[in-house]
């Protein structure tokens, strides 16, 4: 039976499990792979998808077809500083997506060595990765270490 709910957009939409809204594997393996739905639900595969049978929420706005994280689940999000001492050797300097991409690439460099060191969880795919903002000093900086 599903709950009626106040979706993402505004819509009223429904929320429940994700079998209880398909006939069966099949049919959820079609729209799947017509819409992405196990792609948004944040699964590898729609086998995977179908075997979690995640509470899910959508309404008429394919944009909020999404995953409802159960208290027990709820990811948590984590805010990471990471300071980027950047040698600008010439007058020009580096421009600002070089300093951001390789901000990102130090996140997701450390990520990857807690994922090896055991800082694993079973949502280990959910992980996303931004860089918020890049902020630039003229002044030398010296390395926190």
């Known amino acids: ?21 398909y006939s069966g594997l099949p049919e959820f393996r079609r729209y799947s792979g017509s819409f992405g ?8 595969s729609t086998a995977e ?3 979690a049978n995640p509470l899910i929420q959508g309404s ?19 805010k ?11 007058e ?7 300093i951001r ?10 990520l990857k060595v807690g994922f090896d060191n055991g800082f694993t969880h079973e949502h280990e795919g959910d992980v996303s990765i931004a860089v918020a903002s890049v902020e630039t ?4 900086l010296e390395p926190a270490y």
């Open 101 to 110: 991409d390789a901000a990102e690439q130090a996140v997701e460099n450390a």
């Open 60 to 78: 008429t706005n394919p944009d909020d077809y999404c995953r409802v994280w159960e208290s027990d689940e709820q990811p948590i999000a984590v």
């Open 37 to 44: 739905l196990s792609d948004r639900l944040g699964y590898d």
């Open 80 to 90: 990471v500083v990471v300071e980027l001492i950047v040698d600008q050797g010439d």
């Open 1 to 21: 039976m599903n709950k009626r709910v106040k979706t993402k957009s505004g819509l009223d939409g429904w929320q429940g499990y994700l079998q209880d809204q």
């Open 137 to 140: 000093a003229d002044n030398n």
């Open 92 to 98: 020009e300097g580096l421009p600002e997506w070089k």
């Open 49 to 51: 998808a179908w075997e």
